[in-house]
């Protein structure tokens, strides 16, 4: 905010200070304008209630004293910043920013950071909670966190989002660092914003291309890495089918609610192991061609700047019909809560497989159970990003860069390491997937934190 008076100072105070009270607004400002529009897209539960939720089911079954349960919700550290951006316009705008560090028993702190005008510190603290868990269940050396901006990064030039990221940065500083916290991508946050993560933090720390993983390859970035997630999610079905006895992928049908990156590439790989893609949806709208979609045709089409709407491959169809296409296995892959207590009855698929960060509400989960639809669990089915991420880490602290082979194979081998411990819970205790996954997790959590001790 200094630095933005004194440019006004400089242009005369008195001249802008019309245009600066007209562009100075907070993205709460802004959520409370929206405030009925969300108060309708929320469920029950917030979001670290629904977490929370999942995590109590499986302390029961593990019978968990109360005091213990606590120590393993509660989040260690949350950080609430606000960033100041004078705009190319000569406006300033302000833009509320977090960081949760949840738990940091196994390791140092792991998660991304995205840029949504959704963003509130409850969603943070869900995801943050999420990671924890997920690392855990893939037995990564990592612990858990999450960040985020609330902005629309569509509203921004790329100098002005520059800009933004590294007063994040500037802001968060102090609790970042190659073996304290890692940041990483995740919604509308990629490889460019990951480089400029890694070039602020430089400026102050020295040359430390392991504070930020999802870099550019070309940048200290790991081959594998864009598609890990994806990938992994096509490892995990492939898992699940081996152990239900179902076959192979091929010619099996998959619908993909989601098709920004995780979504796309598991698209990808889908259809290059023969697997029928018969809808896929992003947020403007939905493609169905009950024969298979020409993936890389539509990967094209969407890359030169097209909307998924005018795919001339398959037959159009409102974004919020995606999820009621009839299909083997449903992929939710974009963001949290959209499988819900008003829909769920509506599914029209064998298998739920979570490629996004909580698409399942509690509600809606008990539901699916009721009617025998599998859930494979985001903790599980979307950890080959943090995975890879690891390599990522691993790499950069050798200074050695692996090969993509090398990479996919390693995350294979996790993925398949991590189904089975699922998998034999689920089986020998009779519980669902979800709960057998978040029981290892906490298992693996609550060994490290009794064996470094409390003082």
């Given at each position: 905010m200094?630095?933005?008076?004194?440019?006004?100072?400089?242009a005369?105070?008195?001249?802008?200070?019309p245009?600066?009270?007209?562009?100075?607004?907070?993205?709460?400002?802004?959520?409370?304008?929206?405030?009925?529009?969300?108060?309708?897209?929320?469920?029950?539960?917030?979001?670290?209630?629904?977490?929370?939720?999942?995590?109590?089911?499986?302390?029961?079954?593990?019978?968990?004293?109360?005091?213990?349960?606590?120590?393993l919700?509660?989040?260690?550290?949350?950080?609430?910043?606000?960033?100041?951006?004078l705009?190319?316009?000569?406006?300033?705008?302000?833009?509320?920013?977090?960081?949760?560090?949840h738990?940091?028993?196994?390791?140092?702190?792991?998660?991304?950071?995205r840029?949504?005008?959704?963003?509130?510190?409850?969603?943070?603290r869900?995801?943050a909670?999420?990671?924890?868990?997920?690392?855990?269940?893939?037995d990564?050396?990592?612990?858990?966190?999450?960040?985020?901006v609330?902005?629309?990064?569509?509203?921004?030039?790329?100098?002005?989002?520059?800009i933004?990221?590294?007063?994040?940065?500037?802001?968060?500083?102090?609790?970042?660092?190659?073996?304290?916290?890692?940041?990483?991508?995740?919604?509308?946050?990629?490889?460019?914003?990951?480089?400029?993560?890694?070039?602020?933090?430089?400026k102050?720390?020295?040359f430390?291309?392991?504070?930020?993983?999802g870099?550019?390859?070309?940048?200290?970035?790991?081959?594998?890495?864009?598609?890990?997630?994806?990938?992994?999610?096509?490892?995990?079905?492939?898992?699940?089918?081996?152990a239900?006895?179902?076959?192979?992928?091929?010619?099996k049908?998959?619908?993909?609610?989601?098709?920004?990156?995780?979504?796309?590439?598991?698209?990808?790989?889908?259809?290059?192991?023969?697997?029928?893609?018969?809808?896929?949806?992003?947020?403007?709208?939905?493609?169905?061609?009950?024969?298979g979609?020409?993936?890389?045709?539509?990967?094209?089409?969407?890359?030169?700047?097209?909307?998924?709407?005018?795919?001339?491959?398959?037959?159009?169809?409102?974004?919020?019909?995606i999820?009621?296409v009839?299909?083997?296995?449903?992929?939710?892959?974009?963001?949290?809560?959209?499988?819900?207590?008003?829909?769920?009855?509506?599914?029209?698929?064998?298998?739920?497989?979570?490629?996004?960060?909580?698409?399942?509400?509690?509600?809606?989960?008990?539901?699916?159970?009721?009617?025998?639809?599998?859930?494979?669990?985001?903790?599980?089915?979307?950890?080959?990003?943090?995975?890879?991420?690891?390599?990522?880490?691993?790499?950069?602290l050798?200074n050695?860069?692996?090969?993509?082979?090398e990479?996919?194979?390693?995350?294979?081998?996790?993925?398949?390491?991590?189904?089975?411990g699922?998998?034999?819970?689920?089986?020998?205790?009779?519980?669902?997937?979800?709960?057998?996954?978040?029981?290892?997790?906490?298992?693996?959590?609550?060994?490290a934190?009794?064996?470094?001790?409390?003082?």
């Amino acid at each position: 905010m200094a630095l933005a008076l004194g440019r006004l100072q400089g242009a005369g105070l008195s001249r802008l200070l019309p245009s600066v009270a007209a562009g100075l607004e907070t993205c709460g400002a802004r959520r409370a304008t929206d405030g009925a529009e969300l108060h309708q897209r929320r469920t029950k539960m917030s979001h670290s209630e629904a977490t929370n939720f999942y995590i109590n089911e499986a302390l029961e079954h593990l019978e968990y004293p109360k005091r213990l349960r606590k120590l393993l919700l509660t989040p260690e550290r949350e950080v609430a910043v606000e960033l100041a951006l004078l705009r190319d316009n000569g406006e300033v705008a302000t833009f509320n920013a977090y960081r949760v560090q949840h738990d940091n028993s196994r390791g140092p702190y792991k998660g991304g950071l995205r840029f949504h005008p959704d963003v509130d510190l409850d969603d943070v603290r869900s995801l943050a909670s999420l990671m924890t868990w997920k690392t855990a269940v893939m037995d990564i050396p990592f612990g858990g966190a999450k960040g985020g901006v609330c902005v629309d990064p569509r509203d921004l030039s790329e100098r002005e989002l520059e800009i933004l990221t590294r007063k994040l940065v500037q802001a968060l500083r102090p609790i970042l660092g190659t073996y304290e916290d890692i940041p990483a991508p995740d919604m509308n946050t990629g490889a460019r914003e990951m480089a400029w993560i890694f070039d602020e933090y430089t400026k102050f720390a020295g040359f430390s291309p392991g504070i930020v993983t999802g870099k550019p390859v070309w940048l200290h970035g790991s081959l594998g890495r864009e598609a890990a997630t994806g990938r992994g999610t096509v490892f995990a079905i492939r898992e699940l089918f081996k152990a239900q006895g179902l076959g192979e992928i091929k010619n099996k049908s998959f619908v993909i609610q989601g098709f920004g990156n995780v979504g796309s590439w598991a698209a990808q790989i889908l259809y290059e192991m023969g697997g029928r893609v018969v809808a896929v949806a992003d947020a403007f709208g939905a493609v169905a061609n009950e024969h298979g979609l020409e993936v890389p045709e539509l990967r094209r089409h969407l890359a030169d700047r097209h909307s998924l709407a005018s795919f001339s491959g398959g037959v159009v169809l409102p974004k919020e019909a995606i999820l009621t296409v009839p299909c083997d296995v449903l992929i939710p892959a974009a963001i949290g809560g959209v499988i819900t207590e008003e829909n769920a009855a509506d599914l029209q698929c064998k298998i739920v497989v979570e490629a996004a960060n909580g698409p399942t509400t509690p509600e809606a989960d008990q539901i699916l159970r009721q009617r025998g639809v599998t859930v494979l669990p985001d903790i599980y089915t979307n950890g080959g990003g943090v995975t890879v991420s690891f390599f990522e880490w691993v790499q950069n602290l050798q200074n050695f860069k692996w090969s993509e082979e090398e990479v996919n194979s390693k995350l294979d081998r996790v993925m398949v390491e991590a189904f089975q411990g699922i998998w034999e819970l689920h089986t020998e205790d009779k519980i669902p997937l979800r709960v057998a996954a978040f029981v290892k997790a906490l298992q693996r959590v609550t060994r490290a934190r009794v064996h470094r001790g409390f003082d």
